[in-house]
């Protein structure tokens, strides 16, 4: 077979041009007798050259079909594809409002980046594909040991200087080896979660659950004290805390000391956050920065202002503010530069937002675990802004108006 | 929003897949109904993850298409017994047709491939017939242009299906 290709390869651009002179000569009709019968001889070669020949004649059985194909209304097909992807760009939008209304009846009224604009806009530069956070964690001892844990649906234990890491199932638990060991030491443990990362669902060694946000530490010691749990927090966390009466659970705060016995929360305390955020979904919370202290019910929030050191309380929807445990980005009234502070610890990526868009106010639910790619044309759509990444930098740029 | 790799499969295979069904389903409004519904399915795929979009596209048209043959099975026949739906392979192109099918999109293909005013040329003389003085006058220009066009058409056609057959 190759050996014909070859052939035929060869003979035709031997005798193609001769081919091609006489195949026209044929159409015009002065094709000389001589010359009739060096044709045939041509076209004996491959059974294409007849075929070119019949096309040209009109005999080409081809010939109907082919016709048939002009005949097929594709800009019409394309319009309607154009529509089509219009539609479905906004559907997407209203579904994403559809789940997290369903989620938290409260947010019924919550619209996604309301009005999709229709007008021309410029559309995203963005030269690489930007990935969600992937789930893996770095736990340190106070030895200064590094161990870089990662997501397993396999069981996996490690022994990192007598605490035992155990992954499985997709969940982190923390606990002492050999707990009943006279010669007891408490060591302190340090989960870190990268920017661009997440934490599994952890349990520490008192069965309290934490989930913690991307760019954030968590400190505590092996074999917590006998009468109260201490952990130091930098970043956020979600906490479902075991209940233990007789050792209040203490989370300090870049600041901030909360103190619970037994309830799940939301504490948002980052270094670059002008504002700690501590929302409570469920038992009792009891929050101070030493001058002043509140107690939170379940639905309230503080918000500690850490350069005035005003603390504020409001009522929220609680599970408004642990969305992103859930795979989600949730926004309600936010000014775009906080949310890309946001971005860009998930995605690890360094945002620029223009003065002129940075103070527009958001509310939206959003897929953690899309690309950012993806997200970046959903929120295109408001026609606001683009994204146009240079230098490994994504700068939010205002639309052209 | 549309990719760039979308257009581009959209347009050089749109008639192609539309001939493919119709093809299948012997119906002109049925197969592009379905070409059309297939495409508005590929909106939701990154194409550029996909090995073979061409490949994909034709599979999904056929597939789509069998589809409908069967269902218009289901509609004719009402109470119909499940076990007498006819099998996919009923509807399934033969060897033959397959073959002739390629051969048209192929033969299609590289008159589409040929640069615009040839294409016109081509199109004209070889497969709605005018004659070269119709076509010149249509297209507007001299006779001689017209055979230029055909002669530079025939080579490129030649090299093209050279590559294909």
């Known amino acids: 077979m190759e050996n014909k290709n070859d052939n035929m390869k060869k003979t035709s651009s031997q005798f193609g041009e001769r081919l091609d002179c006489l195949l026209l000569k044929h159409r015009?009709?002065?094709?000389?007798?001589?010359?009739?019968l060096e044709l045939e001889a041509l076209l004996s070669v491959s059974p294409y050259h007849e075929e070119i020949l019949k096309l040209i004649d009109g005999t080409s059985e081809y010939g109907p079909d082919i016709s048939r194909m002009y005949s097929y209304d594709e800009d019409n097909a394309w319009e309607k594809l154009l529509a089509a992807d219009k539609n479905r760009t906004r559907r997407r939008i209203l579904s994403r409002a559809g789940i997290a209304a369903c989620f938290a009846a409260a947010l019924v009224a919550m619209a996604v980046f309301v009005h999709p604009d229709t007008r021309e806009r410029h559309a995203n530069e963005l030269?690489?594909?930007?990935?969600?956070?992937?789930?893996?964690?770095?736990?340190?001892?106070?030895?200064?040991?590094?161990?870089?844990?990662?997501?397993?649906?396999e069981r996996q234990t490690s022994l990192i200087d007598k605490t035992l890491v155990d992954v499985e199932n997709g969940e982190m638990r923390i606990?002492?080896?050999?707990?009943?060991?006279?010669?007891?030491?408490?060591?302190?443990?340090?989960?870190?979660?990268?920017?661009?990362?997440?934490?599994?669902?952890?349990?520490?060694?008192?069965?309290?659950?934490v989930w913690l946000n991307s760019s954030s530490s968590l400190r505590f010691p092996s074999t917590f004290d006998p009468d109260r749990r201490e952990v130091v927090l930098m970043g956020e966390a979600y906490f479902e805390v075991n209940p233990d009466p007789a050792r209040p659970f203490i989370v300090e705060a870049e600041g901030e000391r909360i103190e619970v016995l037994g309830t799940s929360f939301n504490v948002r305390a980052y270094r670059d956050d002008r504002q700690i955020e501590t929302t409570l979904v469920t038992g009792k919370l009891k929050v101070s920065n030493g001058h002043r202290e509140v107690v939170l019910e379940p639905g309230q929030q503080s918000l500690l202002d850490r350069e005035t050191g005003v603390m504020q309380v409001s009522e929220v929807v609680p599970e408004f503010h642990m969305l992103w445990v859930r795979g989600e980005f949730c926004f309600r009234d936010q000014t775009l530069e906080s949310i890309f502070k946001q971005f860009g610890r998930w995605y690890n990526v360094e945002f620029r937002t223009h003065e002129s868009v940075k103070a527009i106010l958001y509310t939206g639910v959003l897929k953690r675990y899309e690309s950012f790619n993806t997200l970046a044309d959903l929120m295109t759509q408001t026609g606001d802004f683009y994204f146009k990444e240079v230098n490994g930098v994504i700068r939010v740029v205002p639309q052209p108006r | 929003m549309i990719s760039r790799?979308?257009?581009?499969?959209?347009?050089?295979?749109?008639?192609?897949?539309?001939?493919?069904?119709?093809?299948?389903?012997?119906?002109?409004?049925?197969?592009?109904?379905?070409?059309?519904?297939?495409?508005?399915?590929?909106?939701?795929?990154?194409?550029?993850?996909?090995?073979?979009?061409?490949?994909?596209?034709?599979?999904?048209?056929?597939?789509?298409?069998?589809?409908?043959?069967?269902?218009?099975?289901?509609?004719?026949?009402?109470?119909?017994?499940?076990?007498?739906?006819?099998?996919?392979?009923d509807y399934e192109l033969t060897a033959n047709e397959l073959e002739y099918a390629n051969d048209v999109k192929k033969l299609f293909g590289a008159i589409e491939s040929l640069p615009l005013q040839s294409r016109n040329v081509v199109k004209m003389i070889c497969v709605e017939k005018y004659s070269y003085k119709d076509a010149a006058k249509k297209l507007g220009m001299s006779v001689s242009t017209v055979k230029t066009h055909m002669?530079?058409?025939f080579k490129t056609l030649r090299n093209r299906l050279n590559l294909f057959f």
């Open chain 2, 151 to 153: 002669y530079r058409s």
């Open chain 1, 127 to 153: 030269v690489s594909e930007i990935k969600p956070g992937r789930k893996f964690v770095y736990v340190e001892t106070s030895v200064g040991d590094m161990h870089l844990v990662r997501e397993s649906s």
């Open chain 2, 5 to 89: 790799e979308y257009e581009r499969l959209f347009r050089s295979h749109y008639r192609s897949s539309v001939f493919v069904a119709e093809m299948i389903v012997n119906s002109r409004q049925a197969a592009e109904d379905i070409v059309q519904d297939v495409f508005v399915k590929l909106l939701d795929k990154n194409i550029q993850k996909i090995d073979s979009p061409a490949n994909f596209l034709y599979m999904s048209v056929r597939n789509a298409a069998i589809d409908h043959c069967r269902r218009r099975v289901i509609r004719a026949k009402e109470g119909v017994d499940l076990s007498q739906i006819p099998d996919n392979t």
């Open chain 1, 28 to 36: 015009y009709g002065t094709l000389s007798p001589v010359e009739r």
């Open chain 1, 175 to 209: 606990s002492v080896a050999d707990v009943d060991s006279p010669m007891q030491t408490v060591t302190m443990v340090s989960i870190h979660v990268p920017s661009g990362c997440e934490s599994m669902p952890t349990t520490l060694p008192d069965g309290t659950k």
